[in-house]
């Protein structure tokens, strides 16, 4: 039997799966609030008490990057390490992955209910294949073929440097780095950056801020969903908002672009992450395909490349029990 986990700084996902069913068909399936415990560990424990299997391999995707096995976790104070989790698993394999990698390896074993399709493309069979999700930050991974099977790599892409392609998002780079800081996709393309492109467009001056948006905003701990709703379920929608999230479409759509350009993505490139699903509409109104494909000589090679919102709402679970199906 296989312990898989998604762990995240909201909530953690532990799942038992068995080599009959495969990756898509937990057994036994439970969420717990991540900040309620003190450890990975400790949840673990709780949830084998309850299912009473004997577990002969874990693997576990995690929201940070992960070093020789150890990650530490975004927005949680725990420490997640392969040897330790070993200890409270006597006898399993234990594999800790990052979460994108995780998401990369479920693409294979997705069908067409899984998925929202933006641009059919022609998919070249074999050919690589490119992930980008933005949630809270922006995670990239990639998935290559080794002449049997698809093989998932984890990327830090998202921290790479922000490329402006209009006079908005030049001035938008400009205002972020006044202070030094490093302007990376990350810092303008997930639910960290929306509020800084609401705030930089708020501040042009490009429309004013209704009265009922900014009061809300002040009351909010979080204003990305608060952004998000303005732009997307007020009616009617209020301006700014809806202003921030084509901005955020068209920056998506450019690294998304940029993304299937580094490892030649064939295969197509798919979205993941907590957004993508949520904005579907204005994914599809073309601003995100016109900047996937503005590459200069390359854009027909873009422009053949299928694209794929990833609306399944399990997908990092399905993927960590992927990763432990292949240990």
Known sequence: MLLAGDIGGTKTALGIFSREAGPRAAVLETAFPSHRYPSLEAIIAEFLRQAQYSIDRASFGVAGPVINGVAKITNL???????????????????????????????????ASDLHTLNRGTPIPEGAIGVIAPGTGLGEAFLTWDGGRYHAHASEGGHADFAPRTAVQRSLVEALGRAGAHVSYERVCS?????HIYEHLRDSGVFPEPAWLSQELGASADPTPVIMRAAVEHRPPADLAVAALHEFVSILGAEAGNLALKV????????????????????????F???????GRLSEVLSAIPV???????????????????L
Request: hydrophobic share 50%.
């Open 77 to 111: 104070p725990w420490t997640v390490d392969e040897a330790a989790l070993a200890r409270v698993l006597p006898g399993a394999r234990v594999r800790v992955v990052n979460d994108l990698l995780a998401i990369a390896s479920a693409v294979p074993v997705l069908d």
């Open 191 to 195: 639910g960290l950056g929306i509020p």
């Open 264 to 287: 030649l993505a064939t295969g197509g490139v798919y979205l993941g992450g907590g957004i993508p699903p949520r904005i579907i509409p204005a994914l599809e109104d073309g601003r």
């Open 289 to 295: 395909m016109r900047a996937f494909t503005d590459k």
């Open 308 to 326: 794929h919102v990833i609306t399944h709402p399990d997908v990092a679970l399905i993927g960590a029990a992927c990763v432990g199906f292949a």
